[in-house]
C-alpha cells in the first residue's frame, strides 16, 4: 500500500544553519505530495506542497521537489529560526477519496 | 484561526466512561477527518465522512464511532474508554480532490484517568 518514510528525529540546528528533511513515498499513480508543520500545543497547517512531478512548493522559505524518478520529496530551507522549531510531517494523497498519508514526523529544534 | 472548531480543547475522563468530540469543519468542506496522534503510534488516520455520509475507515477501535450531520458537523464517540485511549484528537476538513490537502483543527486533548 502506499506509505510514507521521513528521516528520524530529532534534529537539533544552529540558528541559520541548513535544513533538509528527508521523504520518500511508495504509491501507485501520482501523488500529490505535501509538508505538514505542527508547532508546540497546536493542530497540523499545511505547509507546502506539490501535484505533479518536478513541481516546487515553497512557503516561508521553505522549499521541496517532487522527484517522482527517486519517489523523494525533501523538506529544505537555507537559514532556520528559532520560530521553525516543530514537528513536520510529509505526507501524500493518493486520490482515494483525498485521503491523505501521514509520515511519522521528524522533530526539528533550532538553537539560538 | 484555521476555520476548523475543535470543542472541547481538553477532556479528562475515568476509564469506563464516554465522551464526544466535537467537530465543525471549514466553511464549505465537505469531508471531515478523524485523527488520533499519540507519542508511540503517531498520527492515525480514524476514519473520514462526506456529506454525511462514512468514506473511509482507518485503525478506528469498535469502541469508537462517528457520524456526520446534516450541517457537516461531525462528532466522535469514544467509549468504554481505557487508558491507553489518551491522546490528541485532531479533526480535519477538505476540498474534494487529492491536490488541495487539510486544514487541521487545533485538537482535543484526552486525558483518561
Known amino acids: 500500500g502506499n506509505s510514507v518514510t521521513q528521516m528520524e528525529g530529532p534534529v537539533t540546528l544552529s540558528e541559520e544553519a541548513f535544513l533538509t528533511i528527508n521523504c520518500t513515498y511508495t504509491?501507485?499513480?501520482?501523488?500529490?505530495l505535501f509538508w505538514y508543520v505542527q508547532y508546540p500545543g497546536e493542530g497540523l497547517q499545511l505547509l507546502l506542497k506539490?501535484?505533479?512531478?518536478?513541481d516546487k512548493g515553497s512557503n516561508k522559505g521553505f522549499e521541496a521537489t517532487y522527484r517522482k524518478e527517486t519517489t523523494s520529496f525533501h523538506l529544505e530551507k537555507g537559514s532556520v529560526q528559532v520560530s521553525d522549531s516543530a514537528v513536520y510531517f510529509c505526507?501524500?494523497?493518493?486520490?482515494?477519496?483525498?485521503?491523505?498519508?501521514f509520515g511519522p514526523g521528524t522533530s526539528l529544534s533550532v538553537i539560538p | 484561526d484555521s476555520g476548523v472548531t475543535q470543542t472541547p480543547k481538553h477532556l479528562i475522563t475515568a476509564t469506563g466512561q464516554r465522551v464526544t468530540l466535537r467537530c465543525s469543519p471549514r466553511s464549505g468542506d465537505l469531508s471531515v477527518y478523524w485523527y488520533q496522534q499519540s507519542l508511540d503510534q503517531g498520527l492515525q488516520f480514524l476514519i473520514q465522512?462526506?456529506?454525511?455520509?462514512?468514506?473511509a475507515k482507518g485503525n478506528i477501535l469498535e469502541r469508537f464511532s462517528a457520524q456526520q450531520f446534516p450541517d457537516l458537523h461531525s462528532e466522535l464517540n469514544l467509549s468504554s474508554l481505557e487508558l491507553g485511549d489518551s491522546a490528541l484528537y485532531f479533526c480535519a476538513s477538505s476540498v474534494e480532490g487529492r491536490s488541495y490537502g487539510y486544514t487541521f483543527g487545533s485538537g482535543t486533548r484526552l486525558t483518561v484517568v
Open positions: 505526507a501524500l494523497s493518493d486520490g482515494s477519496y483525498d485521503k491523505v498519508i
Open positions: 504509491a501507485t499513480g501520482y501523488p500529490s
Open positions: 465522512y462526506y456529506n454525511g455520509e462514512e468514506r
Open positions: 506539490a501535484t505533479k512531478a518536478d
